[in-house]
C-alpha cells in the first residue's frame, strides 16, 4: 500500500490550502484515513481523521473550525481543507491509513499501518 500525499505550499497568515492523499488500492475505500503533521524540533501530532465511510470525522482541538478531513472514495484519495491558516501550523503533513471498517478514527501515530511520504506546510506571517 502506498500513499501520495500533495498540495503542500507557502501561503500567508489567514490563508487556505488543501492537502490530498491518494491510496494505491482499488480497494482503497476501507482504509481509514489520518493527517499528522511534525514540526522542527516537535513530536509528530495528530491533525485530523476519518472513517472509509466518512461518518465518523475527528480534529485535534487545535484546528477544529478551521481545518476539514474529507474524502472521496471514487477516487482513493483524502482530503485536508486548511483555512485560516497561522505560523504555528507550518509542518511537514504526513497522510497516514489503516485497514478497518470500523466507526473510529485512530488519534495516534501507532494506530496506523501505512504512511506518506510527507508535504511541507509554510504558513508566513
Known amino acids: 500500500v502506498q500513499l501520495q500525499a500533495s498540495g503542500g505550499g507557502l501561503v500567508q497568515a489567514g490563508g487556505s490550502l488543501r492537502l490530498s492523499c491518494t491510496i494505491s488500492r482499488r480497494t482503497g475505500s476501507r482504509y481509514t484515513m489520518g493527517w499528522f503533521r511534525q514540526a522542527p524540533g516537535k513530536e509528530r501530532e495528530f491533525v485530523a481523521g476519518i472513517t472509509w465511510h466518512g461518518g465518523t470525522r475527528y480534529s485535534a482541538d487545535s484546528v477544529k473550525g478551521r481545518f476539514t478531513v474529507s474524502r472521496d472514495n471514487a477516487k482513493n484519495t483524502a482530503y485536508l481543507q486548511m483555512n485560516s491558516l497561522q505560523p504555528e501550523d507550518t509542518a511537514v503533513y504526513y497522510c497516514?491509513?489503516?485497514?478497518?471498517?470500523?466507526?473510529?478514527?485512530?488519534?495516534?501515530?501507532?494506530?496506523?499501518?501505512?504512511w506518506g511520504q510527507g508535504t511541507q506546510v509554510t504558513v508566513s506571517s
Open positions: 497516514a491509513a489503516r485497514y478497518s471498517l470500523g466507526t473510529v478514527v485512530g488519534g495516534t501515530q501507532g494506530e496506523y499501518d501505512y
